[in-house]
Every structure is written in C-alpha cells, then in structure tokens.
C-alpha cells in the first residue's frame, strides 16, 4: 500500500474488468437492509463541521463526502446509521505531506479508506478521505496523484484480487490526475471501471452495463479541455436489488429527484457535486433501502390519487400509507412551491386544517391519563375568566356537544387566519366567548376546541405550542408536528393556494394562532401517518382511553372526542378531515387491520374524505 509520485500524463482510455465468479456484494459497504440516512449539500465549512458533530452524536457516520474549492469551501455528504458502531475519521483539509502522514497513522490503527477526495482553494491543492475501522479485516489499497499511465498500471497490478470502490479526477497544473482506493474482492465480484466518457456517451453506458445486470456504484464528473467527462465504476447486481442514478441535475431537480426516490423507499449512496462551466450541479446514485420499492399496490394508490387530482385540483399533495406499524407507501404530487418548481413528497409540511381538533382531543385524553386535567370538569375550573354562562365540560368541547358556536357566516377573514398573534388561547377566546351557548345537542365548533386549549393551558402552565411539543411531538419523535408559526419557516413548507379559473393562486398565510387547537397545525404526511401508528400501537394511549375517545359519547352524532367514527366494509374505523384556505386534509385509522392512510394538501378543495376511504378499501379488503 503505497502513493506513487504523479507522472504527468494523459491517457484517455475505457476500461473494465469482470471476473469469473458471482457471489454476495457482503463486502461492499451497502448492506442489503432498511437504513436511516440523510444527505445535506451547499454547506459552509462551519455549517459542514457543526453538521458532522451532530450526525455523530445522533450515531449516524458519514459514508461520501464532497468538497468544491475555489475561493470557500462548499461541502456536501451522506450520513448512514452507524448500526455496528463501526469507529470512523474524516479528514478534508489536508496538503500533501500532511494526508501522508496521516495515512500512515490510520492505516497502523486499523483503518481503511472508503472515499479519497480532492479540492483546490485558492490555487493550493489539499487532500481529503474518509476512514473506517477495518472490521473485516480486508486488504487494501490506495493512490493518489496517478497519471492515466499510473492509473492503467495499477489496474493490472490489482485487478485479479482487488476491485476499485472509489475514483476521484481532478487537475493540478494542467494535468489529469486519479485517486483510487482498491479493496480485496473476496466475494469475487464482477467489476468494471471506466474513465473519460464523454458526456453524449455516458446514456448509452448506463443503458449497456444495465443490461448487462450491473448496477452503477460510483460516479465522477470532471471537466477535459473545457468538455464534460464522466468516470464510473460498476458492479454486477448480484442481490437484483433495485437502483437509480440522475447526473447534470442543478440544484432544484436533485432536490426533486432525492424526495420522489426517498418516497419510493430508496436511499442516497453516492453523491457527486461538481461544476461545469461556471455551474454546480449534481449527480447521485439511489440504492433499495426499504420495501416501498417493491410494495405491489403502490401503481394502484398512484392511478387512483392522479384520477382525483383531475377532478379536484390541486397544486401539491402528499399520501402515506401504514399496514401492522410499517410505512408502505409514501408520494407526493405536484408542488409544495409553484413558482420555484419544488414538487411535493412526504415530508412537504402542509397546514392540518381541522385535523388539529384530533390531535387536542388526544392531548387532552394524555393529560387525563397524567392527572393533569379532568375531563369531566366544567370548563372555568380551570379557566374562570371565561364567561359565567360557558357551562360546558372539557370533554364536551372536545366532542362538540359544548354549545359553543361555530364561525358566523360572513366571517371568512376569522375563517382565513388574522394579522394579530395571539400568545395564549384565553385571548383568542375573547373573539367569540360573549356570545350565547347554542342550545342543541350535537355542534360542530373550532371555537370550542379554542375554549378547551385556554382549559389545558391553565391546568399545565404551558402555551398550548409547549403542551403540543411535550405531549406528541417529542415523546413519539414527530419532528415536523408543530403550530403554525408564520416567523418561523421550516425548511420544507408548502406554501398555500387557491384554485381559481386563471389557475393555482398563491395566497399569503395569517396568523392562525387565535385557533391553534382546532385548525392550526402543521406537519409532514409522513409524521401523521406514524402519529396514527403508535396511535394504534398504543404507544399514545392506553387501549381503554383510545375507545372511549373513539366512541361517540350518545347517539346525536357519530362525532366523538376530536374524531368521526363509522364503518366500511364492515371494518370499524376513526378519521378526522379538515380543510381551510391553504389546507385539504384526512387521517382514517383501521383500528382491526392496523391500516392509516393519511392525506395532506396546500389547496382547498372537495373529496378529500372520499379519496381516503378508496385508498383504505384497497387495504382492508372485503
């Protein structure tokens, strides 16, 4: 294992390999099973640093890691669930001497590269790699600063017990220059490797080695005499596991192409940022991860949500589907952001309109179980500021039967959101509290849910944001599950439509803090659709409260606390719709065959509820 010193020269030439024998990818760092991992790009230096901390910490390590010079350092990686506590070094700012010696240090400790990178910053060449414990104990080997004649030596020297797993091409002082890192093949593995291919080309490669039954495992663009070239490297897709690779894209079409194939169950394993003329682009290569790939009623939930969009339209929607505590299906369709072409996935965070009525009562019902609050007290005993005549219990409002009103016709701007933020609920109670109780037996009311927040803000001590945040979306890791807050902007926010006859119109969002309880949350499909598996799971809530929250308190309605109940196909179920400017909404919960099915959406619209039910009787059957 030794750096040879570069011999200037150039040799553009194709190249592969391919052994006799096919056996198990075991040796390949790409195991065949379900992995946590995230990928970030565009990252400072000091953002890039602060990222790799916090990766570590959460027990993540980092698997490819790209660096583009010039006059700052731009980062981009892949972080993969460390599951075997595999140790694991980056180093990305090294000169010359100084990643020699390192080399020498880690390879005496037991460590091996997996990724070799190399940039420029301000004319001065610095070296980088990323290391990990050699726990299989494979031999290797590694280079730098090859020629095409160094490079076409070391391919015949390492070829019949070796197989490259990472190329790097870049330029110092005019010359074309190749990193290599060679593992020994003790699976055997067919392999191929090429280099200066030209960018017309490289379809035709990929289609010819596809055919072949091999899968692209690494990819590397760089730029000769001012012309794109490619270099890749290939290995026989033993395990016929599914894969996807996209290259040339700008930012926004990776952004896109990483969300639908991270909706589709695959994860991100190589990842290329590169420039070509003046331009960064990207290219990366997606690797099966979980069984949404190959889940068989995926074409199905497909054509029936596009046959909904033709006759309710809406600028982006986004479906995730849950059988037995596993996500089977997610998808998004259409935008999150018209204007910046940014389509909609399953962690596209859209508005819950009434949705957020199921979520108080849920709250509510843990507070009960916590000793915190008592359903069955009356309202102003925990909030006496309201008016004397507001006699209802909190377990009333929670089921409508409380006598508060609902919006008052007209008053579509209250229904829209309002330019004041409110800071607690008992303030927004003061938009309605002085009008009189209606005297029925059955109600649908936001208002009332605004009454039962003032209740649980006062039992608790806490805004209701807070008891939100300490009651679901921390315990049951719903990262995206929060308020609506307009000052803070979440990455991944859909903006808000309405659909008129000159199209999709974006509308500007208010405050919708005067009824946080019952319509003004927020949160990725992906995060409810898992809400409603623990729901179920009873990781919520205890089995008894989950009925009696699920059950109608009477026979006035077949609303019950937060949530309308009812049956299909002879299977029990509970659900909660919701919609407002900006928001079509639905979570349906088959308690029998552990199936939730939820739908989110930046567009008012119709049918919503009856999409939903046709996506669940595709999986509760008959």
Known sequence: MCMKAPIFH??????????????????????????????????????????????????????????????????????????????????????????????????????????????????????????????????????????AAGFSEKQAEYKDRYMPVDLDVYEIGGQQLYSLVWLENKDNLKWAIQRDIARGKLPEQVKAFSDKGFRLYKIEMYEQNGAARYAAIWVENTEKRYWQARYDLDENRFRNWRQRFRDRGYRLESLEM???????????????????????????????????????????????????????????????????????????????????????SVMAFRLHAQGKIDLSNRTRSYEPRLPPHHTHTVGQLLSCRGGVRHYKQGHDPL?????????????????????????IPYLYSTHGYTCAAAAMEKATGLSYSAILDQQLAKPFDLGSLRCENLNQLPEERSKIYRYGPSGFVEIIPESLSWKYAGGGTESSVY?????????????????????????????????????????QRGQAYFCKSGGQPGARSFIICYPVKKVVVALLSNTAGDGIVDLGKQIGGLLIGE
């Open 10 to 147: 150039i040799h553009a030439v194709f190249t592969f390999f391919l052994p006799a024998m096919v056996c198990a990818q075991g040796m390949l760092d790409q195991p065949a099973i379900e992995l946590a991992w995230e990928a970030r790009r565009d990252l400072s230096e000091s953002t890039y640093n602060a990222k790799l901390e916090e990766m570590r910490n959460k027990g993540y390590r980092l698997t490819d890691v790209e660096v583009l010079g010039g006059g700052a350092r731009i980062y981009a990686g892949i972080w993969r669930k460390n599951v075997d506590n595999r140790n694991w070094e980056v180093n990305t700012r090294l000169s010359d001497r100084a990643f020699a010696e390192k080399w020498e240090t880690l390879k005496n400790k037991g460590y091996r590269p997996v990724d070799q990178e190399f940039h420029a910053l301000n004319g001065m060449p610095y070296y980088g790699a990323i290391w990990v414990e050699n726990k299989e104990n494979l031999k290797w080997a590694s280079f730098r600063k090859l020629t």
């Open 274 to 360: 590169y420039r070509s003329q003046g331009k960064i682009l990207y290219a990366g290569i997606w690797l099966e991860n979980d069984e949404r790939v190959r889940w068989p009623l995926s074409d199905q939930v497909d054509k029936t949500v596009q046959g909904y969009i033709l006759k309710e339209p809406v600028a982006g929607i986004s479906c995730a589907i849950a059988v037995n505590g596993k996500i089977h299906f997610t998808r998004g369709w259409g935008f999150q952001d018209i204007a910046s072409k940014k389509e909609a996935h399953a962690n596209t965070i859209f508005r819950h309109a009434s949705i957020a009525k199921a979520l108080c």
């Open 415 to 439: 229904k829209a959101g309002t330019a004041e933020i409110y800071t607690n609920a008992f303030d927004a109670t003061r938009l309605f509290s002085a009008d009189s109780l209606i005297p």
């Open 527 to 567: 995060d409810l659709a898992r809400f409603g598996i623990q729901l179920l799971e009873g990781k919520v809530l205890s089995k008894v409260a989950l009925t009696t929250m699920t059950t109608p308190p009477d026979t006035f309605d077949e609303y019950a606390f937060g949530w309308d109940t009812g049956k």
